[in-house]
């Protein structure tokens, strides 16, 4: 017997980063998957130069997808190694889709590295589970043998038992390492509309903004910077400088490459939240069409930067990072004036047509 849940992979919004990526290919399966993108998701780039969609300081938490998706634990320390394979594929036949922690050090199990799959089906003539897997920076459909599964789970709970402080900072900030996920069929859509122009609204009015941890006697720790929306420009600029003259990063920094994938989905994102909106609206205006044809530029303008930063690496000419660094600003404005006039006219079309 065989199974294969929905599933978005190969056309995933996100993709760079893992944790966004797995319960997005859940999301955008769903018929409301459009409104939903369209008034969710933010990006902001931290005091390390490191870019997550998230809001001020804090990557988006498993909460965040609340409204839409079911979330189901399922205690790790219950189910037995034996019966592993069967409590998935029992999910599987509900309409769940399974997030589970594995090793994934194949090459030496005595020393586990753990991160979660997303489990979406079973063929039992394969004896595998299909889940997303990641090459060359995409992700593809792959498989995972119910013998490695079955494998792997008692290491997984040996681990968390003996490293409690990782299990429960895992669970805020990503998911519980065993737990299955199903698209709500009562999520409303009648806000959408108004937060993805508030989502557009917060995006030109980006900022640069101190975030400082209090002691306990009030004073500050420190004052790092981050950036949000558009201000995000801002902290690019910052670290293409820094590759020209060969600065230091710290090791949180990731690369280059990674913010610019990271900015060039965000503004895919605000492109379909543009989209969604004229739909809605039903608009009928050459201004505001116009406006979302020249952002789809601004768009194709972060892939131009994303695959010479690619290539950069590769080649290490650093002639690419000047040419990114030269057309920063002109593409900051270019944004910017382009947003503005977006929300100004749509706002105009909503008071003169009163829509809802």
């Not at 030109?204 to 306990?216: A, H, N, R, W």
């Not at 695959?307 to 660094?325: A, F, G, V």
Request: charged content about 20%.
């Amino acid at each position: 017997m065989k199974k294969e849940l929905p599933i978005i992979i190969e056309d995933a919004v996100v993709v760079s980063e893992c944790w966004t990526f797995e319960k997005l290919a859940i999301i955008q399966t769903s018929k409301h998957a459009e409104a939903w993108l369209a008034s969710h998701f933010r990006l902001y780039m931290d005091n390390c130069f490191c870019a997550y969609f998230g809001e001020w300081s804090t990557h988006y938490r498993p909460s965040y997808y609340d409204d839409i998706l079911h979330a189901k634990i399922i205690n790790i320390f219950e189910v037995k190694q034996e019966d592993i394979v069967s409590i998935i594929k029992q999910n599987i036949d509900n309409g769940n889709y399974v997030l589970l922690g594995i090793n994934m050090n194949i090459q030496n199990i005595n020393q586990p590295r753990f991160h979660e799959v997303l489990i979406y089906g079973y063929n039992d003539v394969k004896q595998s589970f299909n889940v997303p897997i990641m090459n060359n920076r995409i992700f593809t459909k792959g498989e995972i043998s119910y013998q490695y599964i079955e494998k792997s789970f008692p290491l997984l709970i040996e681990y968390y038992k003996t490293n409690p402080n990782f299990r429960i900072d895992m669970s805020i900030k990503y998911q519980y390492p065993f737990i299955s996920y199903s698209l709500k069929d009562d999520y409303s859509t009648d806000q959408c509309v108004y937060m993805a122009l508030d989502k557009i609204q917060e995006e030109f009015y980006g900022k640069q903004v101190t975030i400082s941890t209090l002691s306990e006697t009030m004073s500050t720790y420190d004052a790092p910077v981050y950036y949000t929306g558009l201000g995000c420009m801002n902290g690019l600029e910052k670290v293409i400088c820094m590759y020209i003259e060969n600065k230091y990063f710290t090791d949180n920094f990731y690369s280059l490459t990674s913010i610019l994938k990271k900015m060039h989905e965000h503004r895919n994102m605000i492109l379909l939240s543009m989209n969604y909106i004229y739909k809605k609206w039903e608009i009928n205006d050459l201004r505001i069409l116009e406006d979302i044809q020249i952002y789809e530029t601004c768009c194709e303008r972060f892939n131009k930067w994303y695959l010479m930063s690619l290539k950069c690496e590769q080649t290490s000419d650093k002639l690419l990072l000047y040419r990114m660094l030269a057309d920063v600003n002109t593409a900051y404005a270019q944004e910017r004036n382009t947003l503005i006039g977006y929300y100004g006219q749509c706002c105009k079309w909503y008071e003169q047509n009163n829509k809802s």
